[in-house]
Each structure stands twice: as structure tokens, then as C-alpha cells.
């Protein structure tokens, strides 16, 4: 007992001495390597920082690749600590694994790389007024998961970033320039030429309305009430604060210039007939007029209403009651 007890012993150091240089290998390169993925991940933080990215998504980035390159530093360093695991091995160990935790974490690792694509490629930017859906607002952050959007009315809006990059964007402030415009209605007496020249002049002296493109107004259909136009303009910066002031004065300003040029703005009005079934002519389409009596004097006698019904007698079958 005590001979299988040493040799045993023996063999252990033995293979502990013939591995143990191997892993001071590992353990060196891995150590050094460490500085290495400092560099990297300090050089991704400035990359993304210099692209414009808010702060704490550069450091989200830098933080990422410095997690892939410390696994790789990890792969290479145990391939040399112990020859006999070859990376084949380390690689289909870490395959089984990322696969058993891809579908524990799918809406994570998800909404993780689509707040990557979106950090890379930039389709929106930080202080950029974006809509998504029924949400409207100011970009506040971009993080990994999710997008921080604060709302016109002061509430902040967390939006996965899976949804962002999948889903249609209207990205409102992407170019410098904004075309806004309201619909108005003039009498279908009045000048159509005089109404556009009054219009755009109104506009063009309108404060925060652009000159160059210049305003227009449009005819863009005949209405129940008047002919319908639609008077265009636009304006520099297309925030959303900017856009409710000229909107306001713009449509301030047609609205007294029309009245002051005598360019009637009608409402919409309606013309109700009524119809008196009781008529004697009621039925008879050559006398029938819809809307008015057909006699001329001393009113309509009802055809079809006889004496019995007013004494209490069911009326004819297929009459109106």
C-alpha cells in the first residue's frame, strides 16, 4: 500500500512538472495580453468617441471589445498551458455554451447587438428628434439595450433597440432644413391668383420662414365649401420648438392678410331637405318634388292616411306610420 502510495505521488509530480512549464507559458502570455486589451479597449473608446458617440457609448464599446478580446487572450493562453486541449475543443466548448445561453438571454443578446449596429452605423444621432412608432422626442443617450428618448412633454421613453433597427424611423432632424405647411379654404367667388399673392406675401414676412426655398401656396382641390389650398414653406433649424412658432405666425399671418384683402375664408355649411312622406303627390314621380309641398296653397292633403286611422284603425299594410 504504502509503494502505490509514492508511485502514485511520483506520477502526480511527475505530470505536474511536465505541465507546469506550459502553464507559466499561458499565465505569462496572459498577462502581458492583458495590456493588450487594455489598448484595445482604450483605442475603441477614443474611435467611437471621435465619431461622435455620447459618452458612456463609447465606454459601452470599448467595454465590449475589450470582453472579446480578453476571451480570445483566454483561448490562446489555455491552448499553450495545456497542449494536449486543442482550440478545436476550446472552440466547440464555447459553441455549446454560447448556444445554451443565446436562448436563455434571445431578447438580450438582441437588443445587445442591435444597440451595436445602431452605435456603428449611426442612422440617428444624440440630441437628433426621432419617431418610432406612436413614440416622439429628443435622443437622449444610446445605450446597448435600449434608446433613451425624452419625450415634448418632459417623460422619458426607453425603446429596445431591436425595435429601432428592425422598424421603420423618421428621423426629423436628419437635414437642416424643414418644409411645414397648412390647408385653407377661400370662397369660390374670390381671385384665386389674388389669394396665392397674398398668401405668399404673408409668408415671406413671417418670421423664421426661409426665403430660399421660397413659400408657395397651392390649389390642391375644389371643396364642399370653397376651393381648398395649401400654402407651403420652410424653415431652419426643423426642431420641433422652431417648427410650432413659424406654424403659429404663419398661419396667423394668412389668416389677416386674407381678411384684410377681402378674400372670404368660408366654413363648411350643409343644406337639409326634409322630405314630407304625408304629401299627396308623395309616390308620384312626375309631381313629386323632394324637400317642398307639392300644392300651392292652403298646404297638402295626406293621400294615404284615411279617416279609420284616426279613429284608432290599423293603417294599410306598407305604409310608413
Avoid: C
Amino acid at each position: 500500500m504504502f509503494d502505490q502510495a509514492l508511485g502514485r505521488l511520483h506520477s502526480l509530480g511527475a505530470g505536474t512538472a511536465s505541465i507546469l512549464p506550459g502553464l507559466l507559458v499561458g499565465l505569462v502570455v496572459f498577462g502581458l495580453g492583458l495590456f493588450l486589451v487594455r489598448g484595445i479597449r482604450a483605442g475603441v473608446t477614443r474611435a467611437a468617441s471621435l465619431r461622435e458617440a455620447s459618452t458612456g457609448s463609447a465606454m459601452v464599446l470599448g467595454r465590449i471589445a475589450g470582453g472579446v478580446s480578453t476571451l480570445v487572450l483566454f483561448l490562446v493562453s489555455a491552448s499553450i498551458a495545456f497542449p494536449s486541449v486543442s482550440a478545436a475543443d476550446l472552440f466547440n466548448l464555447l459553441g455549446i455554451g454560447g448556444v445554451a445561453i443565446g436562448f436563455a438571454f434571445r431578447d438580450v443578446l438582441q437588443n445587445l447587438l442591435a444597440g451595436v449596429l445602431i452605435l456603428l452605423t449611426r442612422p440617428f444621432r444624440i440630441g437628433d428628434q426621432i419617431k418610432q412608432g406612436g413614440q416622439e422626442g429628443t435622443v437622449e443617450d444610446i445605450w446597448v439595450r435600449a434608446t433613451v428618448l425624452r419625450t415634448y412633454d418632459n417623460r422619458r421613453i426607453l425603446i429596445p433597440n431591436a425595435s429601432l433597427f428592425t422598424d421603420k424611423i423618421e428621423v426629423i432632424t436628419a437635414y437642416e432644413k424643414r418644409r411645414l405647411q397648412f390647408s385653407l379654404t377661400i370662397g369660390n367667388g374670390d381671385s384665386i391668383a389674388e389669394a396665392r399673392e397674398v398668401i405668399v406675401r404673408a409668408l415671406r414676412g413671417t418670421k423664421g420662414v426661409l426665403a430660399d426655398p421660397p413659400p408657395e401656396a397651392l390649389v390642391v382641390g375644389l371643396g364642399d365649401s370653397g376651393v381648398d389650398m395649401a400654402a407651403r414653406f420652410w424653415i431652419d433649424p426643423p426642431r420641433r420648438r422652431e417648427a410650432v412658432d413659424s406654424l403659429d405666425s404663419a398661419i396667423e399671418a394668412v389668416k389677416n392678410a386674407l381678411t384684410e384683402a377681402g378674400i372670404d375664408l368660408p366654413f363648411p355649411t350643409s343644406q337639409v331637405l326634409w322630405h314630407d312622406q304625408t304629401e299627396e303627390t308623395d309616390g308620384d314621380r312626375s309631381r313629386q318634388r323632394e324637400g317642398w309641398p307639392a300644392g300651392t296653397g292652403g298646404g297638402s292633403r295626406p293621400r294615404w292616411v284615411p279617416e279609420r286611422l284616426r279613429q284608432g284603425s290599423p293603417p294599410s299594410p306598407g305604409r310608413p306610420q
